[in-house]
């Protein structure tokens, strides 16, 4: 499924997996690492760690996505790992962690090996097993977290639970609570009921909109932090109906960027995967969040 809306955002590919996990936990302060790290409960989650320096950037897939969306570009028409990749660019000015979730799959289609869980999941799943990971790991705070899509609701989230960890945000075409208000009630359910479906495995990750929007609802909000949001400039289906849904997806995505006083960035030339279409506007969102932490008088 995962494969297949990708493949129609880039005309075409083939993606290797790039590297395979051991089981175990990665030595302290590593120069870089990438395997299974235990997280509790007889479970499992795959890492992969980069380059050196503070803050910790922490890169969150969107729906069923895993590491590889951000080591992989599109060129071309096709889709292959890259140096141009936002988890390589990054790691050339900060230490950089992306992970695989339960239930997600490789560009190649293949499962990850993240132990699989229960599904449909939550952002709030998806905090708490965040939470085990970076701890499990040692991944040393703070963090600015890096979030795609469905991302966006685990990356908000865990800003609002852990106040004192996140110090920067940058949210890429993210999913935003406001979709559900900016569709009608019908495009809404539509949207909500599609994307709860148990997959083929089961295992597969299935996203319950309707907790997270809740979740993110209920939260406390999110502390001044620089924060910065790229909206796709190009249409594309995201499940809630036809062209005619596409405003609301954007209109969500304002409301989202007042209610976070974020930098918004509208001017793309991407569809959804701007990580992948348009890497090195990531990268250079990520490097504006990460100056600013570092030296707060940059953000303006």
Known sequence: MRAAFLLTLALGFVAPVLIGGCAGSPPKNPPDFAGLVG???????????????????????????????????????????????????????????????????????????????????????????????????????????????????????????????????????????????SLSPAQWTHFASEAIKLGDPVELEAADYEASVAALRAAAPVRRIPVVILTADKQFEFGAGGAETWPAWREAHEQLAAHLRAKHITETHSSHGIQLEQPQLVVAAVRQVVDAVRRPETWK
């Open 39 to 181: 997280v509790g409960a007889g479970r499992e989650m795959y890492v992969d760690c980069r380059g050196t320096g503070s803050p910790t950037v922490v890169l969150i897939a969107g729906a069923r996505g895993s590491y590889d969306d951000w080591t992989t570009v599109i060129e071309g028409g096709e889709m292959k790992p890259s140096p141009k990749a936002v988890l390589p660019q990054v790691a050339r000015f900060t230490r950089v962690c992306a992970y695989d979730r339960p239930g997600t799959t490789r560009l190649d289609g293949s499962p990850t090996p993240t132990t699989p869980v229960a599904q449909p999941t939550s952002a709030v799943t998806g905090v708490a097993d965040l939470h085990a990971l970076l701890a499990a790991s040692e991944i040393p705070g703070p963090y600015v977290l890096v979030a795609h899509s469905l991302g966006g609701t685990i990356a908000k989230l865990y800003a609002s639970t852990y106040p004192d960890d996140v110090v920067g945000l940058v949210l890429v075409d993210p999913f935003s609570e406001f979709l559900k208000t």
